[in-house]
């Protein structure tokens, strides 16, 4: 591990980038950066070892970017490692988590800085989803609320409002790029090991300090950056392994902070509801029968009992079943026919059988 270059700056704002292997896409989020007022700014850059030349990507924007700093860690240590890591390199005053292959949109910084205050904890912003290649596709907001909104989640009645107000997962914190933290806040309670290798290390350390503390979060509604798509560094072996880092990660979660039976665990299977909808597990299942892959098959099924089971709605449950209980043979061969002869093809060979 070692410095590898960067100067030395006093920064009200750090905007930390942990990469792996991310050359490819890290000069295009360099350059955004660059293009914003980064008076009072520094970038922090954790380099977790890579193998490709993200080294040599970062160092042509040295002198454009006197602010800049690169870490270079001996090894590969993880998300959950590397976004510990990186904030405690940090030294600004608040921090800005950024995935290397995100694009800030121009004045984002300026932005975020406009919404820094004493008494505010976390900053959370929303932002568009585009392909891999940056094209923009929809906007993603996060929470249900104004802009400039500010939810003390310390108190119950704050932290209710704020949880069923919530979107997606995102507003529980789990869009890095979306997060800009106070360090001494992020500080104030330890990396917790049992969540290391779940991906949201960095969850369980801020719903810790809502439980220990409290936490103030002031949400910004107008997008401040492009997420792009189709380049997940979560991403598992399988998608079924990848739904798992979400589902079970996030229930395990929130049942350690709140309570499994919690109003805060009600709106967190809810969003995962929402972004993992009862038909996807039908056609995942559909896939994993079709590939012939029981283990991931019965991951499907697990999961799947997990977020729509019994307790969630028996009604659900029951359709996920009916579909399960369609042969596997029946499936490859139904999968087979829509390969021959596309949708419209399985749509008359249905009607020809049923008149």
């Known amino acids: 591990m070692g410095e590898v270059f960067g100067g030395k700056t006093e920064a009200v704002l750090s ?12 000069g295009e989020t360099l350059e955004s950066i660059a293009c914003q007022d980064l008076s009072g700014a520094e970038i922090v850059i954790l380099d977790s070892a890579s193998t490709d030349d993200t080294p040599a990507v970062v160092a042509g924007f040295t002198s454009r ?20 890591r990186v904030v405690e390199e940090a030294r600004g005053e608040y921090v800005w988590l950024f995935s290397a292959d995100d694009i800030m949109r121009p004045g984002a910084v300026a932005a975020v ?15 568009t989803i585009c392909d891999r290649e940056m094209r923009f596709l929809f906007d993603y907001p996060v929470l249900r609320a104004p802009s400039g909104a500010v939810f003390d989640l310390g108190s119950a009645g704050s932290r209710h409002d704020y949880f069923a107000r919530a979107a997606n997962t995102e507003a529980f914190f789990s869009f890095m790029s979306g997060v800009i933290v106070k360090r001494e806040t992020w500080r104030s309670v330890p990396l ?3 969540f290391v290798g779940s991906c949201w290390a960095h969850v369980a350390r801020l719903f810790e300090v809502i439980v220990r503390y409290g936490l103030r979060v002031r949400y910004i509604g107008g997008p401040l950056l492009d997420k792009r798509g189709d380049n997940d560094s979560f991403a598992a072996a399988s998608t079924a392994e990848r739904w798992c880092l979400s589902i079970a990660g996030y229930s395990d979660i929130v049942a ?14 809810r969003v995962l509801r929402v ?5 996807s597990f039908v056609s995942l299942r559909y896939i994993s029968v079709r590939l012939g892959v ?6 499907v099924d697990d999961l799947c009992l997990r977020l729509h089971g019994p307790a969630r709605g028996n009604w659900r449950w029951l359709i996920y079943r009916a579909f399960a209980l369609i042969p596997a043979d029946f499936l490859k061969g139904l ?21």
């Not at 905007?15 to 890290?26: D, K, L, Q, V």
């Not at 800085?113 to 932002?127: F, K, M």
């Not at 999968?335 to 008149?355: E, N, P, S, V």
Request: hydrophobic fraction near 45%; glycine fraction near 6%.
């Open 15 to 26: 905007i930390c980038i942990p990469t792996y292997n991310f050359g490819a896409f890290i």
């Open 275 to 279: 972004e993992f909808p009862l038909m």
């Open 192 to 194: 917790n090991e049992m």
């Open 294 to 299: 029981p283990q991931e098959t019965a991951l």
């Open 335 to 355: 999968g087979r026919m829509l390969d021959a002869t596309g949708t419209k093809g399985i749509l008359r060979w249905l009607m020809q059988r049923l008149t």
């Open 65 to 84: 970017l006197p602010n800049l700093r690169y870490i270079r860690a001996d090894r590969k240590n993880g998300i959950d490692r590397d976004m510990a």
């Open 113 to 127: 800085a406009r919404e820094l205050s004493p008494d505010i904890d976390v900053v959370l912003c929303s932002h």
């Open 256 to 269: 350690a902070s709140f309570g499994a039976h919690s109003i805060e665990a009600l709106h967190v299977r």
